[in-house]
């Protein structure tokens, strides 16, 4: 079993919808990264969260280390917003990171 | 944007030749990280760094070695190419280990 699963593995959805992405891990972690690889493969950093939310534009994440989940919501969903979306943890007391496989999201117009 | 390149971006290479990638950065990052990307197995680590001449494995460690002789340069070596090491392979750095990561574009390598 992966340390790190994403949900759902690919979701089409029409432009404005709402959207959110899940990301369940199995081990304490320190922090959560969300990153956004485009279609032409690069990949960016979109939040490190290790409590609480963090919102930048129309994207939002949330963590509850309770119960060892992640969401990241995407508002007002545009085709430039299809991507995948990658989860990825650090286990606590480790330099690494591990991660998802991804959720590939793709927004019609 | 991070200043971070990596080279060459695209390569087809034989079985069992030589093959070093090579990871250039201008942030002076302590840490840099390769990762290798592969369908149904997302991002895994290969080997990183923590500074010049310090590295250490990562889960995917095996058939590769990592040099640092400077702290702009991280170059990852494939002794002898399977075909199972076509991949896409993208650098990482780093301020600290708690700290975002940020991604060079990616070198795709096919062994034939």
């Known amino acids: 079993k992966n340390e790190v699963e994403q949900s759902p593995q690919n979701l089409t959805a029409q432009e404005g919808e709402f959207i959110t992405i899940n990301c369940s891990y199995s081990?304490?972690?320190?922090?959560l990264h969300w990153l956004q690889q485009h279609p032409g493969g690069g990949i960016v950093s979109l939040f490190m969260l290790s409590s609480g939310k963090k919102k930048h534009g129309r994207l939002i994440a949330t963590i509850n280390i309770q119960e060892k989940h992640s969401s990241l919501h995407i508002t007002a969903s545009h085709p430039r917003d299809s991507a995948v979306y990658i989860c990825?943890?650090?286990?606590?007391?480790?330099?690494?990171?591990?991660f998802g496989q991804g959720t590939r999201l793709t927004i019609n117009p | 944007d991070a200043g971070i390149t990596q080279s060459p971006r695209h390569k087809v290479t034989e079985t069992g030749t030589p093959v070093t990638l090579r990871c250039h950065q201008t942030?002076?990052?302590?840490?840099m990280y390769w990762y290798r990307q592969d369908p149904g197995h997302g991002l895994r680590l290969i080997h990183y760094s923590y500074g010049v001449k310090d590295t250490d494995k990562g889960e995917v460690s095996d058939g590769y070695s990592v040099s640092r002789s400077k702290t702009e340069d991280f170059l990852l070596t494939l002794e002898s190419a399977t075909s199972s090491q076509t991949s896409v392979y993208f650098c990482?750095?780093?301020?600290?280990?708690?700290?975002?990561?940020?991604f060079g574009p990616g070198t795709r390598l096919l062994v034939l």
């Open positions: 990825a943890v650090r286990i606590m007391g480790a330099q690494k990171l591990v």
């Open positions: 942030e002076n990052h302590r840490y």
């Open positions: 990482a750095i780093s301020e600290s280990d708690r700290e975002t990561q940020y």
């Open positions: 081990v304490g972690i320190s922090a």
